[in-house]
């Protein structure tokens, strides 16, 4: 970093102080300290190094409970461990995380974990299975957000102290892969904080989690800070001492900070503005490919939205060519089915493809009707994608008003299908190699009210779903999911826009940028210095 740039952090640095997010100067920004990986239990030797992050949209909550909150993930994933994990460097592989051993049964109706040995929550206390229980157990009382990884759970049975067995009602082949995400707690704590409200208000701004960052309470909707924990069982002492989430909303904004050395790490560019960060000195920028796609989810339940017809003519009607190259800058990919290309388990599928006769044919029957599109309008991606949308439904004689939604306010509206939005335009993201736990939660009836985005209901859809469930081979259960993914294209329940490749800027000493199944974009888990 120049010494231009690292006056200007030093300066912002008291800036921040003024504001809830940060409690602590980020006058330390260089890199520095030994080098190499110190021992479980380690203490740093490390000099001080902070890694300020600039993301967008509200920070809502520390809570593990909310994981499928984006921006609830990229802290908690760093802050708290999950069972289990899937391994970049072993094609990922399923592998241990909290848990030292795993096996799932023959008949697909529980799992044995042999927990870690060594490892202790941010307090000190040593994790035990009574911890492992008592987290699952909460999700489960709670019924909301990664609880929809933890359907089919029945109970968790403690053997002793280092054993555990998750017991679930039916046979559940794909159950594993959604734990990668179920993060565990220290069940002493999070109890004595309870409340009335299970502990929701009280991690908002604090945690309970054995990773190798710890919180220092500053939460607020603007970010958190957090520290590293030295303590941490797989210390490293190349990772940051301390990493700062700052909300930024405006691309703009995103691009002009981290030029100026006021910012480590970038998610809030768009692709227009990450291209004119290349070639500029100290910062590198990658399209960094997910599991994720920009879609358009329709209601098929009620509303114009309900007639088949009509969102296949959506479909058509989008100019998928235009907004690649304009809006995307041709980074990523134009859809080509139900899942990213991230997935192998992927019918063969064209890309989709804009038909504005056929599209005017069958949107014929909405007369006169104006339709709402819900979509992020602080994206300004999206706010592009969505103006396009309705600037060729314009030329088609269709009326589409552009609402704005906070993302915690749609997943709200999910709760019930007469208040599902005929039209929502989100970043949708599969965060398991093996999708059947994905195509679940969004294509099976028996979601409806919770993850199911469309309240979408097809017999033959659950009816794989619940096979799938039972077959162990995963080349079999691919072939099932594959039906799974015809079927709900051909009832066009979303209209499938482009493969997410998500524009990072960063400082160019710092490695580890790369795709994570465990969070999106990236995980924080893999950031090193220097």
């Known amino acids: 970093m120049s010494s231009q740039n690292r006056s200007r952090r030093i300066i912002l640095g008291a800036a921040l102080l003024a504001i809830p997010l940060v409690a602590t100067s980020l006058a330390g920004c260089t890199a520095g300290g030994a080098s190499g990986g110190g021992a479980a239990g380690g203490s740093s030797t490390a000099g001080s190094t902070t890694v300020v992050v600039g993301f967008k949209h509200e920070f809502n909550t520390m809570d593990p409970l909310r994981a499928d909150y984006a921006q609830t993930n990229m802290v908690d994933n760093i802050v708290y461990e999950p069972l289990i994990k899937f391994d970049a460097a072993q094609d990922n592989k399923m592998v241990g995380a909290l848990a030292s051993d795993f096996a799932v049964a023959d008949d697909a109706k529980s799992i044995s974990f042999t927990l870690r040995d060594g490892v202790a929550f941010h307090d000190g206390t040593p994790l035990t299975a009574k911890d492992v229980q008592y987290s699952f157990d909460r999700y489960i009382r709670l019924g909301q957000g990664v609880a929809s990884l933890l359907q089919g759970y ?56 054995t990773g190798p960052f710890e919180g220092t309470g500053t939460s607020s909707a603007d970010g958190t800070t957090v520290k590293r924990f030295d303590k941490y069982w797989g210390f490293d002492d190349k990772r940051p001492t301390q990493m700062v989430f700052r909300r930024i909303d405006e691309s703009a904004t995103n691009r002009d900070e981290l030029k100026a050395g006021n910012i480590d790490v970038s998610f809030g560019l768009s692709a227009v503005d990450a291209a004119a960060l290349k070639g500029q000195s100290d910062v590198s920028v990658k399209f960094v490919p997910t599991s994720g796609q920009t879609q358009l989810w329709f209601n098929t339940s009620t509303g114009p939205t309900a007639d088949p017809k009509i969102r296949e003519g959506l479909k058509l009607a989008f ?17 080509s089915g139900i899942l990213s290309p991230a997935f192998t388990c992927r019918p063969d599928a064209k890309p989709s493809a804009q038909d504005k006769a056929k599209a005017k044919e069958l949107l014929s029957g909405l007369g006169a009707t104006s339709l709402d599109l819900r979509y992020q309008s602080v994206d300004s991606t999206q706010t592009q994608i969505a103006t396009l949308f309705q600037s060729n439904l314009k030329d088609l004689g269709v009326t589409v008003n552009l609402v704005p939604i906070a993302f915690p306010d749609y997943l709200k509206t999910l709760a019930d299908p007469a208040t599902i939005p005929g039209l929502t335009l989100i970043n949708d993201y599969i965060l398991t190699p093996d999708p059947g736990a994905g195509l679940d939660k969004l294509y099976n009836s028996a979601n409806i009210g919770g993850t199911n985005k469309g309240a979408y209901s097809n017999p033959k859809v659950d009816d794989l779903l619940t096979k799938a469930r039972t077959v ?33 800027g960063y400082r160019s000493d710092l490695k580890g940028i790369d795709f994570s199944w465990s969070a999106t974009p990236i995980s924080f888990f893999t950031l090193r210095v220097g």
């Open 472 to 504: 162990a081979d995963a080349g079999d259960r691919c072939d099932l999911y594959k039906q799974v993914q015809t079927i709900v294209g051909d009832d066009s329940v979303q209209a499938n826009l482009f493969q997410v490749a998500f524009p990072v």
């Open 319 to 335: 100019d998928y060519s235009g907004g690649f190259q304009k809006i995307l800058d041709s980074n990523g990919a134009i859809s």
């Open 154 to 209: 029945d109970s968790t049975t403690v053997v002793d102290d280092s054993h555990v067995v998750i017991n679930l009602k039916a046979p559940n082949a794909f159950f594993i892969n959604g734990l990668a995400n179920v993060y565990i707690m220290e069940a002493d704590l999070v109890s004595k904080n309870a409340g009335a409200d299970d502990a929701q208000g009280w991690l908002q701004a604090h945690e309970a989690g």
